[in-house]
Nanobody, 125 residues
């Protein structure tokens, strides 16, 4: 059974760094696109970064502005999102997701089939 488990969220001050992880169980990670999304209170879920199938990419939303880095450890079947120079507007629940219909990744939540439970990231002074 496919399962995604996020971890690594927490509290951080503006300008700080945090890495969130997504452990993927039940299938071979590089075969499918995988993405990170986030959702702030009262806002819609938005795409942050993704790899296409075969680890093509990564691709980033413009608001990451070179601050975020996506990576995969295939031996651990885990995807990492390293976030630097965090801002209060980066606050939200961060989710990882996998979709099984396409090879290229999209930062559109509706195409993703499997989701983790999310991990909270809070940036505050």
């Amino acid at each position: 059974q496919l399962q995604l488990v996020e971890s690594g969220g927490g509290l951080v001050k503006p300008g700080g760094s945090l890495t969130v992880s997504c452990a993927v169980y039940g299938f071979h990670l590089p075969h499918y696109p995988v993405a990170w999304f986030r959702q702030a209170p009262g806002k819609e879920r938005e795409g942050v970064s993704c790899f296409g199938a075969g680890t093509i990419g990564p691709f980033y939303a413009s608001f990451t502005e070179g601050r975020f880095a996506l990576s995969i450890d295939k031996t651990k079947s885990t995807v990492y999102l390293q976030m630097n120079d965090l801002k209060p507007e980066d606050t939200g629940v961060y989710y990882c997701a996998v979709e099984t219909s396409r090879r290229r990744c999209m930062l559109e939540s509706s195409v993703y089939d499997y989701w983790g439970q999310g991990t909270q990231v809070t940036v505050f002074s």
